[in-house]
């Protein structure tokens, strides 16, 4: 009965009476060799590093966490940041300790939200790991628009002198983020956090586009 007025459906692939299907799963798991270094249009001058493609399950999970309020896919997209952020330390491409920077959203789209899902992802996915704290550290100020349309050109105008530190921030830090598409945010998060004596090892996304 309570399928028929809420329809209860995966948030990768839309199965039926399931949050989240084994095969959305399956995608979403994180291989031996995961994350990928990419190239995104707008070099941040800082490695990016991203946990697959922006498509199938991973864009569809993205996507409904994001635009349509689905909060119960935060833990499997955070399990998969956990998985990706352990690799980087098993391999030492970041040791500890570590601060972990959630990419800064607009206060807009994070009311919208219900909160901003980038910084509950990076919390689960820090738990566990000794030595790796999360930080808040970046805010977006106002008057920055929706980037979806725009191009790379746009995306930089949009976000260039507008992400701001909100707290201090030293040491090695890592910037995660769901997405880095032209890398325009990536760039201006890594300037703004450098510029205050950060040492920015890297960005890590759940997917790059």
Do not use: F
């Not at 809420?6 to 994180?30: F, M």
């Not at 920055?144 to 201090?168: E, F, I, W, Y």
Request: overall charge positive; aromatic content about 2%.
């Amino acid at each position: 009965m309570l399928d028929l007025v809420l329809p209860l459906e995966c948030g990768g692939c839309g199965a039926p009476s399931t949050r989240w299907c084994p095969a959305c799963a399956d995608e979403l798991q994180v291989k031996c060799d995961e994350p990928h270094i990419v190239a995104p249009r707008l070099d941040p001058g800082a490695p990016v590093l991203s946990l697959g493609r922006y498509a199938g399950a991973r864009r569809q999970a993205i996507v409904a966490m994001k635009e349509h309020g689905r909060a119960d896919l935060i833990d499997p997209l955070a399990a998969a940041l956990q998985h990706g952020l352990h690799h980087l330390l098993e391999w030492g491409v970041v040791g500890t300790p570590l601060t972990v920077v959630p990419a800064p959203t607009r206060r807009t789209a994070a009311r919208r939200r219900g909160g901003d899902p980038v910084t509950r992802m990076a919390v689960k996915a820090a738990a566990g790991h000794p030595g790796v704290t999360v930080r808040n550290a970046l805010r977006m100020r106002a008057w920055v628009r929706d980037s979806v349309g725009l191009s790379s050109t746009d995306r930089q105008r949009n976000v260039a002198g507008r992400v701001k530190l909100c707290t201090p921030v030293t040491g090695t830090v890592l910037v995660v983020d769901d997405i880095v598409t032209t890398g325009a945010t990536a760039a201006e998060s890594v300037r703004i956090l450098r510029s205050a004596g950060a040492q920015v090892a890297g960005v890590l996304a759940l997917a790059h586009a």
